[in-house]
């Protein structure tokens, strides 16, 4: 029987997990004795602390002192899929995958020596609801265009309101000399196939030139 084939997941982040025996403790060495700026704790009491270097962030989870090997989280584009791979290729799910208070889905794996790794994708509901009114706006799309939008959206499990909302919101916020994306990489791969299916030769500065025959 030949091996499941890896799935395309990009990682878009590495963070390494130091154990430390009192997270308060360890935090407050880091901040004051290291030079390193508190990112956030969490737990009351706090066992589990980021602290950044720059834009070099590090976790620091409370752990027993004879917990064996380190810990590495990498952040990906879709944990599912890279957990249904690990399973059907045989890798013993240390920590079922679920959404975790603090704003990941995440599971967990060891490997052959004892160190766990922890796979996991942001999740961008989380937090309170925004208490918001929806107003009706005109607006007629190029007719590839709302084909695109329309298997986009279903691709990310979203309305073509919240879809729309999304990209007008990440395109009014500044992100070095561009605009920030709301499209992961593996997304704008998906983008390109919808492309290619919808017959949509023109660049993203064609809008300029559209003509309504």
């Known amino acids: ?3 499941p084939v890896p799935p395309r997941v990009d990682c878009d982040e590495i963070r390494p997990t130091l154990s ?6 360890a935090a407050d060495f880091y901040t004051n004795k290291l030079g390193f700026q508190l990112a956030f704790t969490w737990g009351e009491p706090p066992t589990f602390a980021g602290v950044k270097l720059g834009e070099v962030q ?17 952040v990906v584009n879709n944990a599912d899929e890279l957990h249904d791979f690990h399973r059907a290729n045989g890798v013993e799910i240390a920590e079922p995958i679920a959404d975790r208070e603090y704003g990941i889905r995440d599971y967990g794996v060891r490997d052959l020596d ?7 994708h942001n999740l961008f509901n989380a937090g309170p609801p925004v208490k918001i009114e929806r107003v009706e706006v005109l607006v007629r799309l190029e007719k590839r265009l709302a084909a695109l939008l329309n298997d986009l959206a279903e691709h990310k499990h979203m309305s073509v309101n919240s879809c729309l909302e999304e990209i007008l919101l990440h395109t009014n916020e500044p992100l070095g000399d561009g605009v920030a994306s ?16 919808h017959g949509i030769d023109y660049d993203c500065h064609a809008s300029y030139r559209f003509v309504e025959e």
């Open 1 to 3: 029987m030949s091996a």
């Open 20 to 25: 430390v025996s009192d997270v308060v403790a």
């Open 58 to 74: 590090i976790f620091l989870a409370q752990r027993a002192p004879a917990s064996k090997g380190s810990e590495v989280c990498f």
């Open 114 to 120: 004892g160190h766990y790794l922890v796979f996991g």
């Open 182 to 197: 709301p499209h992961t990489k593996g997304t704008l791969r998906y983008i390109q196939e919808l492309k290619k299916k």
